[in-house]
């Protein structure tokens, strides 16, 4: 069975701080994939990133920034320079790739992590 | 296109009471979720579907049952509400040919009491 970890329930910070958001993860499968989910106080889920298990390179986006290690099944999500904007529970998930009659590719989420940014 | 669409936003029961949340996509995905979202739990799938006319379960499917009879649609009914159903539900579409980003609905808030 899958699992994920989000052992930060919550995390407050003041704006322009860097915050990395942890993200642990447990399958038996070779082949998995990752995500991360923002969700805002309007309560929307936005898709931020995709990772697949054999691809182990950092990739940043602008404030945005994921290290995915393997040997410690982690997937981390560090903003840079925080901004209020980025206040939102951040999910990470992740979906074993066994295709459609495998069971379709179900995604397990973790339980969260609620982002705080203040002034 | 309208992405995924979920209606209504807000719902209250009374315990026992039926009634269908309805889920539409128009981006022709072949594969439909529904998730529960309670404080505390994440996400839990309650059922999927990989195409029209195959569903199957989730992690948390017992109370509800689903169909799946166009690709457009993948409608979740609750058939005897109980307070236990109280929560977030989220429906979310996602294309086939690997493992690809889902797309979730706006979600619908519902309270039975």
């Known amino acids: 069975a899958q699992k994920v970890t989000q052992a930060q329930t919550e995390i407050s910070v003041v704006e322009k701080e860097d915050v990395t958001l942890d993200c642990v993860y447990e399958t038996r499968d070779t082949t998995y994939y990752l995500f991360w989910y923002k969700q805002p106080p309007s309560g929307e889920l936005v898709f931020l990133i995709r990772r697949n298990s054999f691809d182990e390179q950092n990739e940043i986006s602008g404030r945005y920034s994921w290290n995915f290690q393997k040997s410690t099944s982690s997937f981390n999500f560090t903003i840079t320079a925080s901004q209020v904007v980025d206040s939102a529970v951040y999910f990470c998930a992740l979906s074993e790739a066994r295709g459609l009659t495998g069971g379709g590719n179900k995604l397990t989420f973790g339980t969260g992590t609620q982002l705080k940014v203040e002034l | 296109n309208a992405g995924v669409t979920q209606t209504p936003k807000f719902q209250v029961l009374k315990t026992g009471q039926s009634m269908t949340l309805q889920c539409a996509q128009d981006?022709?995905?072949?594969?439909m979720s529904w998730y529960r979202q309670d404080p505390g739990m994440g996400l839990r799938l309650i059922h999927y579907s990989v195409g029209a006319g195959i569903t199957d379960q989730g992690e948390v499917p017992n109370g509800y049952n689903v169909s799946r009879s166009t690709t457009e649609d993948f409608p979740l009914r609750l058939l005897s509400a109980a307070p236990s159903q109280t929560s977030v539900y989220f429906c979310?579409?996602?294309?086939?040919?690997?493992?690809?980003?889902?797309?979730f609905g706006p979600g619908t808030r519902l309270t039975v009491l």
């Open positions: 979310a579409s996602r294309r086939t040919g690997g493992v690809n980003e889902q797309f």
């Open positions: 981006m022709n995905h072949e594969y």
